[in-house]
């Protein structure tokens, strides 16, 4: 059987297969209009959208960015988990997904600096008062009181995602956002135990993830999402990419979800890609995503070692059914 297609252990739960939908929001042309419509709220079309591509045979589903607080609005028509009112249309997604046997995934975000002012009052926030790029709002600086509260936000969020049915619980440290804010050296200024070091960078993460892991216990797989493509600019290379993995590792995650610009290409100046590297720093599953178009894409990724699970992005949002052909591939 191809590798890709073997079931995987994650943390406290399995897939049946390594081939997964990572998580995308739904943005024209590759969704519908009526898939995108809405302020927020789970519609049935929403809910199809999910149960289609779980259907076709995909191991693991991970929900679109959702967000923890109101101040962390990206999208307007984003999924958000801030209050009680939100479980039971997230329900209704992970019950659809896990009905046609695919493990329901859901990825938790705070926009930081790169929320969307008109959703959030004018008030964007980060760990320093650094603009996401020129001509945008400066972020108010987080005080240690409201960085308290924020991790608060992000926990309260996992719980009710867990609630409503996902058992695997990713949060959001990639692209910009508020937690890959705290990463960045750019944007990360600050002098306390959240600032300086890669190490101190990552203790926002950390602590978010220690913390749900405490409240959900065996109940779901609980990790990150990380990209180190997005700071090459800032300096980083592959002994950033090992102390990110290592400190995930420490803060007890089960996996780490990478997103790269190519899944198997080479990095660092190196003949490993960004995925070999990572799999060297931990023993926990590794996801990447970037660039996988295809079945044999897919087994390339586990076949040589550059991710655990492959998760193919736009080729699935593209095309629903796009799993199914791609195990019919692979099976020959």
């Known amino acids: 059987m191809p590798l890709s297609l073997t079931p995987l252990r994650i943390g406290p739960v399995e ?20 898939v995108i419509a809405g302020e927020g709220s789970v519609t049935d079309h929403l809910v199809e959208h999910y149960a289609r591509r779980a259907r076709a045979g995909v191991g693991l589903i991970i929900v679109e960015a959702t967000c923890v607080h109101p101040l962390g609005r990206v999208w307007r028509h984003g999924l958000n988990a801030y209050d009680d009112a939100h ?13 046609e046997g695919a493990l329901p995934g859901i990825q938790l975000v705070h926009g930081g600096p790169q929320a969307d002012p008109a959703l959030t009052g004018g008030v964007t926030l980060g760990p320093s008062p650094v ?35 996902f058992r695997f619980i990713e949060i959001h440290g990639a692209h910009g956002y508020l937690l890959d804010s705290f990463v960045s050296p750019i944007r990360n200024h600050r002098t306390d135990a959240f600032g300086g070091s890669i190490e101190n960078r990552m203790r926002m993460l950390m602590d978010i993830v220690m913390r749900i892991k405490d409240c959900v216990r065996d109940g779901a797989a609980v990790g990150a ?12 290379g592959e002994s950033e990419l090992r102390a990110m993995v290592r400190s995930l590792t420490e803060a007890h995650s089960d996996f780490v979800d990478l997103s790269v610009d190519r899944v198997l290409t080479h990095a ?11 799999r060297a720093a931990t023993n926990v599953p590794v996801l990447v995503a970037g660039g996988l178009s295809s079945g044999r894409d897919c087994e390339q990724v586990i076949a040589e070692g550059h991710g655990d699970i492959a998760c193919v992005g736009r080729a699935m949002l593209g095309d629903p059914d796009w799993a199914q052909g791609a195990i019919a591939e692979l099976r020959g």
Not at 15 to 34: F, G, Q, T, Y
Not at 225 to 236: C, D, K, L, N, P
Not at 268 to 275: A, L, Y
Request: aromatic share 4%; glycine share 8%; no cysteine.
């Open 15 to 34: 897939v049946r297969n390594r081939i997964a939908m990572p998580p995308m929001v739904r943005l024209a042309p590759h969704a519908s209009p009526e």
């Open 87 to 99: 479980v039971p249309g997230l329900a209704s997604i992970a019950r659809a997904i896990a009905a």
């Open 131 to 165: 603009a996401p790029s020129v001509g945008e709002p400066e972020p108010r600086e987080l005080d240690l009181g409201q960085i308290l509260d924020i991790q608060r936000a992000f926990i309260e969020a996992a719980v009710r995602a867990h609630e409503a049915g």
């Open 225 to 236: 999402r990380i990209s180190v493509f997005t700071h090459t600019a800032e300096g980083f």
């Open 268 to 278: 660092f100046g190196t003949d490993r890609s960004m995925g070999q590297a990572a």
